[in-house]
């Protein structure tokens, strides 16, 4: 294990967290933009050293925060599917979780104005609240797929999202 690159993932992610703890509560970016931007090229450095960020090179929390910053690069699209690639692969080879998969394979589809497979992904309304969860593809089928990668109940879900756990 890497265990020094596994503790610039775990600061780059704490960094990262804390932006988007500020953000919220004070309803301004601040830091984010750039703190998501650097933390983008930094994995993207990373990825090409190393490959994907898996749980022998960087442990099983190191691999969380990888794709936690894979997830918070909306900025740079492609980069975010060749992550999804990567992770893909990683998870066949069980080096992720596939829960991490579901998240990021959200993630990217709705970037791309596409529907969302397992449900992890909410938007605000057109006013900036309204907290709602973004368009699902079949619908009927999503507590099952959520199921198969170890996710909770998709209303469970929500209930957290909104802040009713």
């Known amino acids: 294990m890497n265990s020094e690159l596994a503790e610039a993932l775990n600061r780059r992610a704490g960094r990262d967290q804390e932006a988007r703890r500020a953000a919220q509560e ?5 830091d984010l933009l750039s703190i998501d931007a650097d933390n983008t090229a930094w994995l993207k450095g990373i990825v ?29 699209p492609q980069f975010q599917q060749r992550a999804l690639e ?24 709705v970037g791309a104005g596409e529907q969302q497979v397992y449900g992890t992904q909410y938007v605000s309304g ?23 990668v170890g996710l909770e109940p998709s209303a469970a879900y929500d209930r957290r999202m909104r802040g009713q756990e």
């Open 26 to 30: 004070t309803g301004l970016a601040g």
């Open 48 to 76: 090409a050293e190393h490959g994907w960020p898996g749980v022998d090179l960087v442990g099983e929390e190191g691999a969380e925060m990888a794709w936690l910053l894979a997830q918070h690069a909306d900025r740079e």
């Open 86 to 109: 990567l992770l893909t692969a990683a998870v066949e080879a069980g080096q992720a979780p596939r829960r991490h998969l579901a998240y990021l394979t959200d993630r990217c589809l």
């Open 126 to 148: 057109p006013d900036g609240t309204g907290l709602r969860l973004h368009a699902v593809a079949d619908p009927e089928g999503l507590d099952a797929r959520r199921e198969a």
